[in-house]
């Protein structure tokens, strides 16, 4: 059975730091492309950070470049996001999600048939 499940969230003040992860079982997430997103009250699913299958071709929304950073552990068969500077804007329910093989990064909902459940990141003073 195909699962994810993130780890991580939690309250910050503004220009704080967390990292959140994301175990994958059931698959191995190493030939997978990877994705990082995240959902406000009231607003749509945005993509965050996305990584190739290959990992040479990374996305980050304009918001988050310079400040969040995606990765994997294939040793862990699990992925990170490392969020820096976080500011009250990045408040959301963060999902990790994943889809097959793919050399392009593709960095949006309907691209990802896997996800996880969501954590909550709350930025707030």
């Known amino acids: 059975q195909v699962q994810l499940v993130e780890s991580g969230g939690g309250l910050v003040q503004p220009g704080g730091s967390l990292r959140l992860s994301c175990a994958a079982s059931g698959f191995t997430l190493n030939y997978y492309a990877i994705g990082w997103f995240r959902q406000a009250p009231g607003k749509e699913r945005e993509g965050v950070a996305c990584?190739?299958?290959?990992?040479?071709?990374?996305y980050y929304a304009d918001s988050v470049k310079g400040r969040f950073t995606i990765s994997r552990d294939n040793a862990k068969n699990s992925m990170d996001l490392q969020m820096n500077s976080l500011k009250p804007e990045d408040t959301a329910i963060y999902y990790c999600?994943?889809?097959?093989?793919?050399?392009?990064?593709?960095?949006?909902?309907?691209?990802?048939?896997?996800w996880g459940q969501g954590t909550q990141v709350t930025v707030a003073s």
């Open positions: 999600a994943a889809r097959g093989w793919s050399d392009q990064t593709m960095c949006v909902r309907t691209a990802f048939p896997s």
């Open positions: 990584i190739s299958s290959s990992d040479d071709s990374t």
